[in-house]
């Protein structure tokens, strides 16, 4: 922080969660641009923006400039991690999303647990700027590629775009009306399904817990390591393998069973429904509370380094058992206004993924790992009711009139 002309801790904490402010109020502007314009005319600004705003975060030599630019990044950032599930959606049939989308989480899910591997060396060797110099250079290649690769996939974009100019002028003033409805349902959808409908409502509250623990161990893995094994900054960002490795097992097995089962289930009962993604979460229930006392446990009795590593595997485990056959269902659910779906869901998710991760090393400090995070177990196996309401109930509540909404 003293390269950043600052030297206050709260700060220093604050360019970390100012990222995911970009994660709360981004899906109100990315998921409806994106079901008005398309996908293509923000997922290109998206990265132009993102890469200036790592241009200058490696640069900056005051933190207030930091701190905005970073906000910004946040802002880009999330119109990745909303659009790929929308654009499974969009491209991809009933049958053959979920491993599609297993395919799609794998950046945003594996890439948190690589980063500090590769980043504790870079910093080690270098220095912290080339942590958003040597991103920008992997993104910028990136997106080369996008430019040339990437065609608009929206529907009712690609539909738009194929009405005839004579069409448009036999009614004009109609259309403009029709125009103005559709920006008006756009642009407050997100904030209509995640008010309106108790399956946002009820799913955001239940994957915030699991995002939660998943950025407790994000933020407190490596400097844990440190502290209990004397690792340094290098060696400590090997301790994420363990989680990497949970959620390179879940990106192989799930995408298949949940499509074997998806199959499986429609040819029986000869009809498709969202549910049929749900029931992985409840191996994710019960991994992930078995998880967490396994890691925390194992670090309280300082048991070989390796005990813990491979506890954090199993808590990697139950968070995307749980996380992905959510985005699935909403997926499979809400196809055309995906988006809006999943970012509704994430703002819920996000925003604790924020505030929560901050009480992580009070908690451990006051209890210790041992029971700090059999607490956290605790609160994960008082959530399993919520899975249990939409395992028995969920095609109630997504087709009852009361909540239909019209989006």
């Not at 600004?45 to 990044?73: D, H, K």
């Not at 989480?105 to 948190?112: D, K, Q």
């Not at 239940?206 to 690792?231: K, P, R």
Request: aromatic share 14%; hydrophobic share 50%; with cysteine.
């Amino acid at each position: 922080m003293s390269s950043l002309q600052s030297h206050s801790s709260a700060l220093a904490s604050f360019t970390v969660s100012i990222y995911v402010l970009g994660y709360v109020l981004g899906p109100l502007l990315v998921a409806p641009a994106s079901e008005i314009f398309g996908r293509c005319y923000v997922l290109f600004p998206a990265y132009v923006t993102f890469m200036v705003a790592l241009a200058v975060c490696g640069a900056s030599e005051n933190i207030v400039i930091f701190i905005v630019f970073r906000a910004l990044m946040g802002f880009a950032g999330i119109a990745f991690v909303l659009l790929g599930p929308a654009i499974v959606a969009d491209i991809m049939p009933f049958e053959k999303r979920g491993l599609s989308l297993s395919i799609m989480s794998a950046g945003p899910v594996v890439a948190p647990t690589l980063g500090p591997v590769m980043g504790g060396y870079i910093v080690e060797n270098t220095t912290w700027r080339w942590t958003f110099w040597s991103t920008l250079i992997a993104l910028g290649t990136t997106s080369l590629v996008a430019v040339f690769v990437f065609r608009e996939t929206y529907g009712p974009v690609l539909k738009a775009k194929r009405k005839s100019a004579i069409e448009e002028d036999t009614n004009r003033s109609q259309a403009a009306l029709d125009h103005n409805r559709a920006f008006t349902l756009a642009w407050t959808r997100p904030l209509r399904l995640l008010f309106l409908s108790p399956i946002i409502l009820l799913l955001g509250f239940y994957t915030a817990v699991m995002n939660s623990y998943a950025q407790i161990c994000f933020a407190t893995v490596g400097t844990i390591f440190q502290d209990t094994y004397g690792l340094s900054p290098g060696e400590s960002g090997m301790a994420y393998f363990g989680l990497t490795t949970g959620f390179v097992i879940c990106q192989i097995t799930l995408g298949h069973f949940s499509d074997w089962y998806t199959k499986r289930m429609s040819k029986k009962y000869e009809e498709q429904k969202p549910e049929y993604r749900l029931p992985p979460i409840f191996v994710g229930a019960l991994v992930l509370p078995a998880g967490l006392l396994w890691y925390g446990w194992s670090l309280q009795q300082h048991c070989h380094w390796i005990v813990p590593i491979i506890g954090s595997a199993f808590i990697a485990v139950g968070i995307l058992y749980t996380y992905l056959p959510i985005q699935m269902y909403l997926v499979d659910t809400y196809t055309v206004f995906a988006a809006s779906a999943t970012g509704a869901c994430g703002i819920i998710r996000s925003l604790c993924g924020a505030l929560v991760p901050l009480g992580a090393n009070p908690l451990y400090e006051r209890l210790g790992y041992g029971w700090g995070n059999s607490v956290l177990a605790f609160i994960a196996l008082g959530a399993i009711p919520i899975a249990v309401l939409f395992m028995r109930y969920g095609e109630q509540i997504r087709t009852s009139p009361r909540f239909q909404l019209k989006l």
